[in-house]
């Protein structure tokens, strides 16, 4: 069975200084998904960033960017030069495939998440 | 654009009793899926509707039931709440497909009294 494992469960740092949260997966699948979303106070999950299991180029999206190493099943997530509006609960979640009468299907198997404070 | 939109915002019921609970699709969005996030925790997913049939189920018992509606529309229904049925409830959608981006909404607050 899949499952995601974010051992952080809270962070706190200054604002300006980076933070990277871990993200260490589990699956049997050769083919598989891997995201991050953040959960604000609101409620609502903002996708951040997918990334399939074949592509382990980091990426870089401003301030944001993701380190895919499948040899230690790890997707970390780094804020650079972080900001109060960071603030929020980063889940990291992994898809599998799953396939019925010719058409493909995918669910999200989220972690725990982690819980992210910026202080001014 | 609207993106995914979910119906109450809140609710609270007492134990024993039933509730349903809707969302409608960001457009041009086929897929809906259920998630269940209780405090503290990560979203645990409960199934999945293309095509207004169950596609997928997570390990919910039966209690918990859903539809899905021409329009893409879908509910969730929950029999005979219990106490630990308290949670936030997330509607997601997207296109059909493995790896297709989905788009939450901002969830319904259950409380079971």
């Known amino acids: 069975a899949q499952k995601v494992t974010q051992a952080q469960t809270e962070i706190s740092v200054v604002e300006k200084e980076d933070v990277t949260l871990d993200c260490v997966y589990e699956?049997?699948?050769?083919?598989?998904?891997l995201f991050w979303y953040k959960q604000p106070p609101s409620g609502e999950l903002v996708f951040l960033i997918r990334?399939?299991?074949?592509?382990?180029q980091n990426e870089i999206s401003g301030r944001y960017s993701w380190n895919f190493q499948k040899s230690t099943s790890s997707f970390n997530f780094t804020i650079t030069a972080s900001q109060v509006v960071d603030s929020a609960v980063y889940f990291c979640?992994?898809?599998?495939?799953?396939?019925?009468?010719?058409?493909?299907?995918?669910?999200?198997?989220f972690g725990q998440g982690t819980i992210l404070t910026v202080h001014p | 654009d609207a993106g995914v939109t979910q119906s109450p915002t809140h609710l609270i019921k007492t134990r024993g009793q039933q509730v349903t609970l809707r969302c409608s699709p960001k457009?041009?969005?086929?897929?809906v899926s259920w998630y269940q996030q209780a405090l503290g925790q990560g979203p645990q997913f409960i199934f999945q509707?293309?095509?207004?049939?169950?596609?997928q189920r997570g390990n919910f018992p039966d209690r918990f039931s859903g539809h899905q509606f021409p329009n893409y529309s879908s509910e969730l229904n929950v029999n005979a709440l219990l106490l630990g049925d308290s949670a936030l409830y997330l509607c997601?959608?997207?296109?059909?497909?493995?790896?297709?981006?989905?788009?939450f909404g901002q969830g319904t607050r259950l409380t079971v009294v």
């Open positions: 509707y293309y095509e207004e049939e169950e596609r």
């Open positions: 699956t049997r699948d050769t083919t598989y998904y």
């Open positions: 979640a992994l898809s599998e495939v799953y396939s019925a009468g010719g058409t493909s299907y995918g669910k999200l198997t």
């Open positions: 990334r399939n299991s074949f592509d382990e």
């Open positions: 457009s041009g969005h086929d897929t």
């Open positions: 997601a959608s997207s296109r059909q497909g493995w790896g297709t981006e989905a788009f």
